[in-house]
């Protein structure tokens, strides 16, 4: 919205700057993040009156969690959602489509997260939405989405899968090239629904790869930092760096409240919206793989629960003392935090090898 003041611009006067991405970034993430402050402890005594005992803690899980974290509310992700759309409408051009496409699938999964949410509280269980409707809505979703960025990217990209460090390699993937976007997206959705289970552990990875995914985007959306880094050129892209910075200005908002011993969880509400928002940007940016480097810790967790499931069905036993891999960790005697920031580290670390992706060619 704020774009349109560079009409009052003559070239020269502060209306100009509006012209900048990298402005509206900073505008958008301070946006997002006074948001968070402002209305996440008005949020949070909502919901603490709205659900009374708070999210259901599952039974099968650590049972350090029934005491610790019994009466917690969830649905916290709708202050990060909030702050999120509440930037991104404010300082993006409202006119880019790449734009209404990452809303799109953020909102669209944030709703799904939402009535699982509130399946489970006002049920009092910790079995929402059923796992196969919820899979369902999600691919859906995903796959108007993956249809709708073949028509926004380039003929010359559009249906095509770039690999990483191999300089213009493109893969013609063809019609197929929308089921693979739709497990990108809807993949990465629920990968870091998995990854949700402890105080902060989610939103924190979430911000890294946020952040890595909007630096992609910017470059990939310029070109002349197409021309030096040997990338492929998809126009418009860089205004998903408003969207990211929105996204890591609201995720701290967030943070501020879910720091252990967390006030609010953001429930799949938020975790289903953050990663699907990570896969809509992959996908739009032709970063796919790059996301399964960038978002590796997300994948891991995917992994261990997949390869618990099949193998325990498979042979009676476990590989892992429970899954996800956080929890396996917390069952040798980890502490929390202890977990918590060894995960945010690799993250960081998976977040810079993504980023060395773009100069290595």
Same mark, same amino acid.
């Given at each position: 919205?704020?774009?349109?003041?560079?009409?009052? +611009?003559?070239?020269?006067?502060?209306?100009?700057?509006?012209?900048?991405?990298?402005?509206?970034?900073?505008?958008?993430?301070?946006?997002?993040?006074?948001?968070?402050?402002?209305?996440?402890?008005?949020?949070?005594?909502?919901?603490?009156?709205?659900?009374?005992?708070?999210? #259901?803690?599952?039974?099968?899980?650590?049972?350090?969690?029934?005491?610790?974290?019994?009466?917690? #509310?969830?649905?916290?992700?709708?202050?990060?959602?909030?702050?999120?759309?509440?930037?991104?409408?404010?300082?993006?051009?409202?006119?880019?489509?790449?734009?209404?496409?990452?809303?799109?699938?953020?909102?669209?999964?944030?709703?799904?997260?939402?009535?699982?949410?509130?399946?489970?509280? &006002?049920?009092? &269980? +910790?079995?929402?939405? +059923?796992?196969?409707?919820?899979?369902?809505?999600?691919?859906?979703?995903?796959?108007?989405? &993956?249809?709708?960025?073949?028509?926004?990217?380039?003929?010359?990209?559009?249906?095509?899968?770039?690999?990483?460090?191999?300089?213009?390699?493109?893969?013609?993937?063809?019609?197929?090239?929308?089921?693979?976007?739709?497990?990108?997206?809807?993949?990465?959705?629920?990968?870091?629904?998995?990854?949700?289970?402890?105080?902060?552990?989610?939103?924190?990875? +979430?911000?890294?790869?946020?952040?890595?995914?909007?630096?992609?985007?910017?470059?990939?959306?310029?070109?002349?930092?197409?021309?030096?880094?040997?990338v492929q050129y998809v126009p418009g892209t860089g205004e998903l760096l408003i969207f990211t910075a929105g996204l890591i200005g609201g995720g701290l908002g967030f943070l501020w409240y879910n720091a252990p011993p967390a006030a609010v969880f953001m429930g799949d509400t938020g975790s289903l919206a953050l990663g699907g928002a990570l896969g809509a940007i992959a996908v739009a940016t032709k970063h796919e793989i790059v996301l399964a480097i960038v978002g590796g810790l997300f994948v891991v967790e995917a992994l261990s629960v997949i390869i618990q499931v099949a193998y325990y069905k498979a042979t009676g036993k476990?590989?892992?003392?429970?899954? #996800?891999?956080?929890?396996?960790?917390?069952?040798?005697?980890?502490?929390? #935090?202890?977990?918590?920031?060894?995960?945010?580290?690799?993250?960081?670390?998976?977040?810079?090898?993504?980023?060395?992706?773009?100069?290595?060619?």
């Amino acid at each position: 919205m704020f774009y349109w003041l560079t009409e009052l +611009s003559d070239g020269g006067d502060f209306f100009n700057l509006f012209r900048y991405i990298t402005f509206r970034a900073g505008g958008a993430f301070f946006t997002a993040l006074c948001f968070g402050f402002i209305f996440g402890r008005p949020l949070i005594d909502l919901l603490r009156r709205r659900q009374g005992r708070g999210q #259901p803690i599952r039974e099968d899980g650590p049972q350090s969690h029934i005491l610790e974290k019994a009466g917690t #509310p969830t649905m916290g992700g709708a202050l990060i959602l909030g702050a999120l759309l509440v930037a991104t409408l404010l300082w993006a051009r409202l006119d880019n489509a790449f734009v209404w496409l990452v809303m799109f699938v953020t909102v669209g999964f944030g709703l799904i997260g939402f009535l699982d949410d509130y399946q489970k509280v &006002s049920r009092r &269980s +910790s079995k929402g939405v +059923s796992g196969r409707v919820r899979f369902a809505a999600g691919l859906a979703i995903a796959g108007i989405a &993956s249809w709708w960025a073949a028509q926004l990217h380039p003929e010359a990209l559009a249906w095509r899968l770039a690999l990483p460090v191999l300089k213009d390699v493109l893969i013609d993937l063809g019609l197929f090239f929308v089921p693979f976007a739709m497990l990108v997206i809807a993949g990465a959705a629920n990968a870091v629904n998995l990854t949700d289970g402890l105080d902060g552990l989610a939103i924190m990875p +979430s911000m890294i790869a946020a952040g890595t995914l909007g630096v992609i985007a910017y470059a990939v959306g310029r070109t002349d930092f197409t021309e030096y880094l040997g990338v492929q050129y998809v126009p418009g892209t860089g205004e998903l760096l408003i969207f990211t910075a929105g996204l890591i200005g609201g995720g701290l908002g967030f943070l501020w409240y879910n720091a252990p011993p967390a006030a609010v969880f953001m429930g799949d509400t938020g975790s289903l919206a953050l990663g699907g928002a990570l896969g809509a940007i992959a996908v739009a940016t032709k970063h796919e793989i790059v996301l399964a480097i960038v978002g590796g810790l997300f994948v891991v967790e995917a992994l261990s629960v997949i390869i618990q499931v099949a193998y325990y069905k498979a042979t009676g036993k476990r590989v892992f003392l429970m899954a #996800p891999i956080h929890h396996h960790f917390e069952q040798l005697g980890w502490k929390e #935090p202890q977990i918590v920031i060894r995960f945010w580290i690799i993250s960081l670390v998976l977040a810079l090898i993504g980023l060395a992706t773009l100069k290595v060619r």
